[in-house]
């Protein structure tokens, strides 16, 4: 059975299109925040009489503290601008931009930093063909990477209905395991919306990093290909 947390109220529920608990129609609904947070989905088998239910509540929960709570990092390099990256010896060959699924660097358990390169500069961008946000940036990525032949786009696709997880049975005790697992995997990422983006210099060391309490990356990259413009 597929299920969802409620974009608005929160609540986790069995998948529908209005919320059983505010009545919001949840395809329509527009977040005030220009975020577009990742609704993790989950689906699992009732087994051996346990409660599934309650655990699912419990991963809810979890993951709704780490997605929308999380601590507050450095996001990178502190002090760090775009005028402070000197162009790079390295000229790439070809246009710089690849593409990436997501779930297969989550199931592979591959952080962003195993995307970057050495001797360039590397932009890990996390995105949805839903945001907007996004479009417009990678609409001044051509110009951008004419401009500067020493950096490299890794576009990294994150799942448009959200991420789906199956618990396919066992005790509690070994749902809970995987949850908690799961739940550590997901943390490691540091994102809860699109755009996401991660600059990475010649030595593959994180310069700046968005996270949920701060787009420093978004906010690096859009001064940087306007430099450039």
């Avoid at 009545?23 to 993790?40: D, H, M, Y």
């Avoid at 780490?66 to 246009?95: C, H, M, N, Q, W």
């Avoid at 710089?96 to 989550?106: A, D, S, T």
Wanted: aromatic residues 10%; positive net charge.
């Amino acid at each position: 059975m597929s299920n969802m947390l409620c974009p608005k109220c929160g609540k986790f529920q069995e998948k529908a299109d209005i919320c059983d608990s505010c009545g919001i129609a949840v395809a329509k609904f527009n977040l005030k925040s220009t975020e577009q947070p990742i609704r993790v989905h989950k689906a699992a088998k009732q087994n051996n009489g346990v409660n599934m239910l309650q655990v699912f509540f419990g991963i809810a929960f979890i993951i709704g503290v780490i997605i929308y709570f999380p601590e507050i990092l450095s996001g990178g390099s502190p002090g760090v601008a775009y005028k402070d990256l000197p162009t790079l010896e390295k000229t790439r060959k070809g246009k710089g931009v690849k593409e990436y699924e997501f779930m297969p660097l989550f199931d592979a358990n591959k952080p962003f930093s195993s995307l970057a390169k050495e001797n360039y500069y590397t932009v890990v961008e996390g995105y949805t063909n839903t945001c907007s946000i996004c479009k417009r940036m990678e609409a001044r990525f051509p110009a951008f990477l004419k401009a500067r032949k020493d950096v490299l786009i890794r576009r990294v696709h994150f799942p448009e209905g959200g991420m789906k997880f199956s618990f396919n049975g066992g005790s509690r005790a070994e749902v809970e395991k995987q949850a908690e697992e799961l739940n550590q995997r997901i943390k490691s990422y540091d994102f809860c919306g699109t755009p996401h983006i991660q600059i990475y210099d010649a030595n593959k060391q994180l310069i700046v990093s968005d996270t949920c309490r701060k787009r420093a990356g978004t906010d690096f990259l859009r001064k940087w290909m306007s430099a450039e413009a």
